[in-house]
């Protein structure tokens, strides 16, 4: 997968708003070494170093674009170049801290076991995960993808990230945790135009899609996602554009 760095920046404002939001779930405690896996651009990079000034940080992603804008700001003690997946510390850690990435891995429940094998004890486990799988700006851009003419063209290519229900997540942790929060939070974004939309899935998994097109292809297949955007987020009384996204919070505190 190939992520453009500028295209997702777009949206800060709004993507950064979970990641604060399950940075604040983490209980008061001394960190000595924290890792942000998926840290992207790295932007909670900074406020991770404003919450455990003395903390060693380890930001972590697997594109290098995403990772070479992360270390332009120098907040971490050490970038990693690595799938999450492959990830083995060296050391036992304080926080494993994860926004918006563990919806991409081929194995969530491998990935939770072993993190959680990776915290010394009392460490946090703290991961958002997108669950907006359900709303058209996703169900409208798989449906298409897998239709009769475009899975010819992707030619099998697709990957859809994976989805789980908020039991799951806990039930994954529950046996080797001392405790285990896990919630739902519905944000809902105004865009200015159902376009913003489309921008804002270009940043993730419309990009994606895009990427394993010709020039050609993702003008045709663009149009028609686009379409079907405008079609099922009309605008409101005021103008505006609601976006709702779903999302699911774990904060899990280990034995």
């Not at 801290?97 to 939770?112: T, V």
């Not at 105004?190 to 940043?203: C, L, P, R």
């Not at 394993?212 to 505006?240: H, S």
Request: charge should be negative; charged fraction near 25%.
């Amino acid at each position: 997968m190939l992520w453009n760095p500028e295209q997702y920046s777009r949206f800060e404002r709004e993507r950064l708003a979970p990641a604060l939001d399950l940075l604040q779930s983490v209980p008061i405690m001394r960190i000595g070494l924290v890792a942000d896996l998926g840290c992207g651009t790295g932007v909670i990079l900074p406020y991770i170093r404003d919450r455990s000034p003395e903390a060693r940080i380890i930001a972590l992603d697997h594109d290098a674009q995403m990772l070479q804008v992360a270390r332009s700001q120098a907040y971490a003690d050490h970038y990693v170049q690595c799938r999450i997946e492959d990830w083995l510390p060296d050391e036992k850690l304080d926080l494993i801290f994860s926004n918006a990435a563990f919806h991409w891995l081929p194995d969530q429940k491998a990935a939770i076991d072993r993190c959680l094998s990776f915290l010394n004890p009392g460490g946090v486990l703290a991961v958002q995960i997108p669950d907006n799988w359900g709303e058209p700006s996703h169900h409208n851009l798989y449906t298409l993808a897998r239709s009769e003419r475009w899975q010819k063209v992707l030619e099998q290519n697709i990957f859809q990230p994976s989805r789980h229900d908020s039991q799951d997540y806990y039930r994954w942790c529950k046996d080797c945790s001392a405790s285990v929060r896990v919630w739902e939070t519905r944000y809902l974004h105004y865009f200015e135009e159902a376009q913003d939309i489309v921008e804002w899935m270009k940043g993730t998994s419309l990009g994606q899609i895009l990427a394993l097109l010709g020039p050609e292809d993702q003008k045709v297949f663009l149009g028609e996602y686009t379409g079907l955007i405008v079609r099922d987020y009309p605008p409101m009384a005021e103008g505006q554009v609601a976006f709702p996204f779903r999302r699911i919070f774990l904060c899990a505190i280990k034995k």
